[in-house]
T-cell receptor
Framework: GAVVSQHPSWVICKSGTSVKIECRSL??????MFWYRQFPKQSLMLMAT?????????EQGVEKDKFLINHASLTLSTLTVTSAHPEDSSFYIC??????????????FGPGTRLTVL | AQKITQTQPGMFVQEKEAVTLDCTYD???????LFWYKQPSSGEMIFLIY??????QNATEGRYSLNFQKARKSANLVISASQLGDSAMYFC????????????FGKGTSLLVTP
């Protein structure tokens, strides 16, 4: 099956610093990648939808200047948390999809990145 | 807008027994897709089963089956012959046509399988 990787798997940083998270589709070209955030004991919430070569579409309430998304190629999307604060501590998960693949838009999830901001 | 409701925060089941996890949904899309994912403590999202709204039969994948009742807008997951390794969070999700076909997730159900 299709494999999506994320790097790093976990990161601890100081408040005010920026953190970059990479999401890669390893054996397929992803037309669309999604970024989700999951706070402890809560569900996954969509942050943004990213298509290769175009600007990301952010969900309501997600600050686009704080969560910078770059989808430079069909296999790589990056999420940069700028000026991170403790309230940004969360589990960030990406997923990738191939438009038109199969009978539905199956999403392939990365293993997630656990961010802790001190 | 699409919405998923999971009303069971936690469930217990004894090993080898069957368990049903509830999921109801709301959507205005004439065609839609429903998913179930398992999330163990490691955090990875494991795809379990998919049901398309126009599928004639209820989806099945090994020990997982989906009790799809379109008129009632429910898509309950049935796990047969529970195993200790089934202990995890389970999320029901629907494709969101307004967000490039991202997934809208329910709040999840925590399943604990006891010996």
């Amino acid at each position: 099956g299709a494999v999506v990787s994320q790097h790093p798997s976990w990161v601890i940083c100081k408040s005010g610093t920026s953190v970059k998270i990479e999401c890669r589709s390893l054996d397929f070209q992803a037309t669309t990648m999604f970024w989700y955030r999951q706070f402890p004991k809560q569900s996954l919430m969509l942050m943004a939808t990213s298509n290769e070569g175009s600007k990301a579409t952010y969900e309501q309430g997600v600050e686009k200047d704080k969560f910078l998304i770059n989808h430079a190629s069909l296999t790589l999307s990056t999420l940069t948390v700028t000026s991170a604060h403790p309230e940004d501590s969360s589990f960030y998960i990406c997923s990738a999809t191939i438009a038109g693949a199969g009978s539905y838009n199956e999403q392939f999830f990365g293993p997630g990145t656990r961010l802790t901001v001190l | 807008a699409q919405k998923i409701t999971q009303t069971q925060p936690g469930m217990f089941v004894q090993e080898k027994e069957a368990v049903t996890l509830d999921c109801t949904y709301d959507t205005s899309d004439p065609s839609y897709g429903l998913f179930w994912y398992k999330q163990p403590s490691s955090g990875e999202m494991i795809f379990l089963i998919y049901q398309g709204s126009y599928d004639q039969q209820n989806a099945t994948e090994g020990r997982y089956s989906l009790n799809f009742q379109k008129a009632r807008k429910s898509a309950n997951l049935v796990i047969s012959a529970s195993q200790l390794g089934d202990s995890a969070m389970y999320f029901c999700a629907i494709l969101n046509s307004n967000s490039g076909y991202a997934l809208n997730f329910g709040k999840g159900t925590s399943l604990l399988v006891t010996p």
